[in-house]
C-alpha cells in the first residue's frame, strides 16, 4: 500500500515561488500516475495538476494558467509541484495523491491520499 507524505508547505507573500514535494513509500512509484489537488475549507477538493506514468502533464486551466509545474523523480520516488506567481486564491490544503488511471482528473480514480501541506498566500 502506498503511503504518501507532503512537504514544502509555508506562508508566502503575493508572487513568491514555492515548492512542494509528496514522497511516497510502499509501492513502485513509477507505476503510478500521480495528481496534486487543493481544497479550502467549507469547498470541495480541486484538481491541480496531474502527471502519467510516462510523464504527460495535465493542468487545470483556470487556476494554474502555467503558473504551476508538476514534475516526478522516480530514482526518488518524489512528486513535486513547483508554484511560481502566488496570488491569495491559491491559499489551500494541497494534497498529493496515486492512483493507476493516466490522465485523471477526478479525485474518485485515486488509490492513495497524502495528509495535505499548507499553504497561505498572504501579504
Known amino acids: 500500500q502506498m503511503q504518501l507524505v507532503e512537504s514544502g508547505g509555508g506562508l508566502v507573500q503575493p508572487g513568491d515561488s514555492l515548492r512542494l514535494s509528496c514522497a511516497a513509500s510502499g509501492g513502485t512509484f513509477s507505476n503510478y500516475a500521480m495528481g496534486w489537488f487543493r481544497q479550502v475549507p467549507g469547498k470541495e477538493r480541486k484538481f491541480v495538476a496531474t502527471?502519467?506514468?510516462?510523464?504527460?502533464?495535465?493542468y487545470d486551466p483556470d487556476s494554474v494558467k502555467g503558473r504551476f509545474t508538476i514534475s516526478r523523480d522516480n530514482a526518488e520516488n518524489t512528486l513535486y509541484l513547483q508554484m511560481s506567481s502566488l496570488k491569495p486564491e491559491d491559499t489551500a490544503v494541497y494534497y498529493c495523491?496515486?492512483?493507476?488511471?493516466?490522465?485523471?482528473?477526478?479525485?474518485?480514480?485515486?488509490?492513495?491520499w497524502g495528509q495535505g501541506t499548507q499553504v497561505t498566500v498572504s501579504s
Open positions: 495523491a496515486a492512483g493507476f488511471m493516466d490522465g485523471a482528473t477526478a479525485q474518485a480514480s485515486y488509490l492513495y
Open positions: 502527471i502519467t506514468r510516462g510523464g504527460r502533464k495535465i
